[in-house]
């Protein structure tokens, strides 16, 4: 099974909102996480990236939270735009056993409304 | 847009048969994942490629096997295809040793339909 999954598939917000994507992960040994977004049709594309001794970065609109107590992880997304509008994956850089496989979980899709 | 560049596009089998996909890596990485991805789910690895030696392996049959050539292009190799090798599959390429090396840059995929 997969070690990171996400608590909701599906994210509707209207536009200038801010949205917030969870994801828990289940590995303790991952210390680097990374979230993805991906458009149709594309590949995953690099949003922002946050390692295991750090609890927040931001980025432009974005910021990243790190719980490592219950593990878990969120994007947040501020303004949101319709060009937001993707699925987003969280991914954990370590796989069972503690393996150097980055995984990732299963996605969800966030839906911007104008 | 990254500059890892995945082809074919998009390729119809059928069970049985045998395909090879290919892959050139952003300049500069040495590096290259595969990942495969079903229809509404998250990218799976596969297997990765380092200095052209297999680096790690994901729960895949021996029947998917890659090569990484000098240039650090890669090829991903899938023997007596099944239905549910029906998928999007995704070469990711990044910079091992080097400051964002966990980082992946991905193509944007071949879709692989089985028939």
């Known amino acids: 099974g997969e070690s990171v999954g996400l608590h909701l598939p599906t994210l509707s917000v209207q536009e200038g909102d801010n949205s917030i994507i969870n994801c828990a992960y289940s590995?303790?040994?991952?210390?680097?996480f990374i979230w993805y977004k991906q458009e149709s049709g594309k590949g995953p594309q690099f949003i922002i990236d946050?390692?295991?001794?750090?609890d927040k970065r931001q980025g432009q609109r974005v910021t990243v939270l790190l719980n490592k107590t219950v593990k878990h992880l969120s994007l947040q997304i501020a303004a949101t735009q319709p060009g937001d509008s993707a699925v987003y994956f969280c991914a954990e850089n370590r796989g069972p056993g503690g393996s150097y496989i980055p995984t990732f979980g299963r996605g969800t899709s966030l839906i911007v409304h104008p | 847009e990254t500059g890892v560049t995945q082809s074919p596009t998009h390729l119809i089998k059928t069970r049985g048969q045998q395909v090879t996909l290919r892959c050139s890596s952003q300049?500069?990485?040495?590096?290259v994942s595969w990942y495969q991805q079903a229809l509404g789910q998250g990218p799976q690895f596969i297997f990765q490629y380092y200095r052209e030696e297999e680096n790690g392996r994901g729960n895949f049959p021996p029947r998917f096997s890659g090569l990484q050539f000098p240039n650090y292009s890669s090829e991903l190799n899938v023997n007596a295809l099944e239905l549910d090798d029906s998928a999007l599959y995704l070469c990711a390429s990044s910079s091992t040793g080097g400051p964002e090396g966990e980082k992946l840059f991905f193509g944007s995929g071949t879709q692989l339909s089985v028939l």
């Open positions: 946050i390692r295991s001794n750090m």
């Open positions: 300049s500069g990485h040495n590096t």
């Open positions: 590995n303790s040994a991952s210390d680097y």
